[in-house]
């Protein structure tokens, strides 16, 4: 029997409030549940456009709001201090995940899109994971996300690549040359809102700032950088992300994060409903020695990725363990680059994935004591 549309929504919120409060009273992370419940009901309510819609706004509002804890300065100095750990993530999380591929006797092709699966941290989860527990202040929260922005900028290059392969075109200098201008024109535009639009905007947000109505333009904003990035099939968490700097450049942070912070809350649990919809396990699980040694082998990349990049970033070896062992879940971009797959490379990934999410969640809510124990003295450079 097919319900209201009205009354199948708030079903599912009713659903999710309870799932949060149980979550809560388990000291489980709500991200984890949320995504159960997807797996759960995910026949009742796959290929639903509305949730999927519903969920990509969160996931626009969560990045919108963490870019504005960034201003284009601080942002441009955490660019050059997460290159050389950037660099690492995509030869270890990508490179070696292929050539480990390749030694199971998977196929080229097959190779790539699992190495494209195992290579990019879940921005979303990761950024929930940081802020519900409390450690958004915290030293190795500005590398983390500095990596997270470049695995962002990377991604989107190497979907691009796969998705020619997979359609068997031809991948041409030309049409990566592109896509890297996409990037660039993004980021330029993002550069000249922030820069030249915004301080001449101020005195009217000061003034309008408290009306009702100025929250569609907050919102509006955000949603149309992450679109327009959309539109150059880019990431929309990129475009998200860069909205959120233009507006931080306004200095009225405290103020704009409350117009939009009940919508995030209301919104983003129902991207983590869809990322279960989306997990296929009809047809079993395919390859199981090539997926275990990955899992194994990806936690240890992200956590060398972290230790070592951590490290060159300017943080303690403790500091960069914390923030290594918080890094192995895998998530939106990896389901992006599952769906170009075959069945059997995508049943693969679906069980890739959901694994990492739940073994990265339990990584990242030790991490502070797991590190603390590894190096139980503080140094004059290690930041809490």
């Known amino acids: 029997m097919d319900l209201p549309e009205m009354l199948s929504a708030g079903l599912l919120l009713l659903l999710l409030f309870f799932v949060g409060f149980l979550s809560l009273k388990l000291r489980v992370p709500n991200v984890i549940a949320f995504l159960f419940v997807g797996l759960v009901i995910g ?34 100095a955490v660019a050059k201090k997460v290159l ?20 199971f006797g998977v196929d080229w092709i097959a190779a790539l899109l699992i190495g494209g699966v195992a290579y990019a941290t879940s921005s ?13 202040a915290n030293k190795e929260s500005e ?45 330029a535009g993002a550069i000249v809102l922030a820069l030249w639009v915004m301080p001449r905007f101020r005195s009217f947000v000061d003034r309008y700032i408290d009306e009702d109505f100025f929250v569609l333009f907050v919102i509006g904003l955000a949603l149309t950088y992450g679109g327009l990035a959309l539109y150059l099939d880019l990431s929309e968490v990129l475009g998200a992300f860069l909205a959120g700097i233009v507006l931080a450049e306004l200095k009225r942070n405290d103020d704009l994060e409350r117009l939009v912070i009940h919508f995030r809350d209301l919104l983003l649990p129902l991207f983590f409903v869809y990322f279960g919809t989306s997990i296929e396990l009809t047809e079993g699980i395919p390859m199981v020695p090539l997926l275990l040694t990955l899992l194994v082998w990806s936690i240890i990349a992200k956590v060398a990725v972290g230790y070592w990049g951590g490290q060159s970033y300017g943080m303690s070896k403790r500091v960069s363990l914390r923030a ?52 139980p003295k503080k140094t004059k450079s290690s930041t809490i």
């Open 324 to 375: 290594g062992l918080s890094l192995t879940q895998r998530g939106e971009f990896s389901i992006i680059i599952a769906a170009l797959a075959s069945q059997d490379i995508r049943a693969f990934s679906s069980v890739f994935i959901l694994i990492s999410a739940l073994i990265g969640v339990v990584l990242f809510q030790n991490a502070p004591k797991w590190a603390k124990r590894v190096f």
């Open 84 to 103: 050389k750990a950037g660099v690492l993530d995509l030869v270890l999380s990508f490179g070696i995940s292929m050539g480990i591929a390749l030694s």
């Open 143 to 187: 590398f983390m996300l500095g990596l997270l922005i470049f695995e962002d900028i990377v991604a989107p290059v190497l979907v691009a690549i796969l998705v020619g392969l997979t359609a068997g075109s031809a991948i041409t200098a030309g049409s990566i040359s592109l896509i890297v201008f996409q990037v660039l024109l993004l980021m």
């Open 124 to 136: 979303s989860i990761t950024a929930k994971l940081l802020e519900s527990n409390k450690r958004m």
């Open 43 to 76: 026949s009742l309510i796959s290929d639903s456009h509305i949730l999927a819609f519903a969920g990509e706004v969160g996931i626009i509002l969560l990045f919108f709001m963490l870019g504005m804890e960034f201003p284009l300065k601080q942002l441009t």
